[in-house]
Each structure stands twice: as structure tokens, then as C-alpha cells.
């Protein structure tokens, strides 16, 4: 198999937050800690983002912007970037994907996917 040039591999892990959440209120908030990790052969940027999330009442938000949390990581071969951001929902239950747009050092353009993953607050048992 041929080596890759432009490959980003993307994880999310995904974290419920009740303190800032008003379940009253229809306020559900989620810290995401995202981790990008430049799995291809040539140094690339990460210029912005596009995200979708969507809530369990098929309420959409879409956000697009430069860079995440106010930087334009640059990635060379097998490095990574970690972040954590949040998002607020209506329901206890979402989703969020999206993409990066990334620029190579070649100065090749492409979308990086993000996988859609689930805003889920934690079931409480009794």
C-alpha cells in the first residue's frame, strides 16, 4: 500500500459537564477533548473547522471558524495536537461531526473528517 501524503487520524473522547448543565433549562453541556494526529508523510495546518451538531430534536447548530481554540496547529509527520472545547445542547442526548481544513506544505487543500460522536449525558443509576 502506498504511503499517504495527506492523512489525518482523528479521536475524540467526550466528557458530560452537570455543573454547567440545567437540565429546567434544556441545557446540557459536554467538553470534547479532540486529538489530531498528522498520520501522513508531508507537514500540514490546520486553517478551521466545521462543525454540525445536532441534538435528539434534530435541532442543528453549525459552526464554522478559524483554527481551534484560537490556534492553527502545524503538524509534521506522526505529530499531534490535543484540545478540549464544549459544546451546549437542548437534550441530554447529541451528536457532533464535522471536518479540518487543512493545508500541506505542498500546499495541497483538503477536508480532514471527523467522525460523528456521541453527546451523551451518563444514564444515573439508583
Given at each position: 500500500?502506498?504511503?499517504?501524503?495527506?492523512?489525518?487520524?482523528?479521536?475524540?473522547?467526550?466528557?458530560?459537564?452537570?455543573d454547567q448543565s440545567d437540565a429546567e433549562d434544556g441545557r446540557y453541556v459536554f467538553?470534547?477533548?479532540?486529538?489530531?494526529?498528522?498520520?501522513g508523510s508531508t507537514p500540514v495546518q490546520l486553517v478551521?473547522?466545521?462543525w454540525i451538531i445536532?441534538?435528539?430534536?434534530?435541532?442543528?447548530?453549525e459552526v464554522r471558524g478559524l483554527g481551534v481554540?484560537?490556534?492553527q496547529p502545524y503538524l509534521r509527520p506522526n505529530e499531534s495536537f490535543e484540545y478540549t472545547s464544549g459544546a451546549a445542547i437542548a437534550t441530554p442526548?447529541?451528536?457532533?461531526?464535522?471536518?479540518?481544513?487543512?493545508?500541506a506544505e505542498d500546499g495541497v487543500r483538503f477536508d480532514a473528517p471527523i467522525p460523528e460522536f456521541t453527546l451523551s449525558m451518563p444514564r444515573v443509576l439508583h
Open positions: 500500500m502506498a504511503e499517504k501524503k495527506h492523512d489525518i487520524t482523528i479521536a475524540t473522547r467526550v466528557t458530560f459537564i452537570p467538553a470534547y477533548t479532540i486529538t489530531i494526529t498528522n498520520t478551521s473547522r466545521h445536532t441534538d435528539a430534536n434534530n435541532q442543528v447548530q481554540v484560537g490556534e442526548v447529541g451528536t457532533m461531526r464535522g471536518s479540518y481544513q487543512m493545508v
